[in-house]
């Protein structure tokens, strides 16, 4: 593998203090499309930035999550970093999360979890002193440090976001979906409108076998006025929306336009949305039900 193509290479090593925010962490660089380990035994560190480098691009940015689980292994992790560090391929980066005792604390009571390290008293204090004093080391070799006391899971998102990315934006997807619902509504919709209120071009002869994809039948349903009453309304409504999804670090949005069968005014709907949105937002566009092509009941 060239040079070039090692010093491409992102390792992010996640830990902290437990309640830190490692789950929301993990969960941004899944968002940004990083590879994703949690709970690496330090151990299994130089075996995987071994596979990672043979990789070449197919692994190139990576964040790994490591803590107390794997406490009787850190002297591994040390050992590991120091060699990556000499081999100068890629050097990881350690993300260390931490936030002060009282707030630790507060979050171990919202969650009712008890605290691996509370062995005696089995109070969250006992476990967060503990954790502490296990981790001063690799809190101390950390290049980046998070405070997250006051941080709502938005901010932390956003703050990591803006560190790693790569364009420095946050990532929101739109995702525009046609189905049609004797199929089944989808289940990872987060909005959806029912077109069949709008005229049916399965009635018309020559489009019943054709598709919303074809320049006829996305004609016959975009020249109605009840439909470009409905996109007008229903662009207004998104493109109010959107940006509050956004701010609130949502990842994506999942827009899926439902007629009967799901290959001819859902389909036409949902390119015209998708491709409306795309001036502004990363959009995809896809059409669950377009290839099911069994008879359609109205």
Known sequence: MSTGAQNDSQIVIITGMSGAGKTVAIQSFEDLGFFCVDNLPPTLLPKFLELMKESGNKMNKVALVMDLRGREFFEYLFKALDEFVEDSWATPQILFLDADNETLVRRYKETRRKHPLAVQTGLPLEGIENERLMLAELKGRAQILYNTSKMKPRELREKIIA??????????????????????IPIDADLVFDVRFLPNPHYIDHMRERTGLDNDVSTYVLKWTETHKFLEKVTDLLSFMMPHYKREGKAQLVIAIGCTGGQHRSVALAEHIGHYFEKDYHTRISHRDIEKRKEIKP
Request: no cysteine; charged share 15%.
């Open 163 to 184: 560190e790693f990315s790569a364009n420095k934006q946050a990532v929101f997807t739109v995702n525009v979906m046609s189905f049609g619902f004797k199929h089944g």
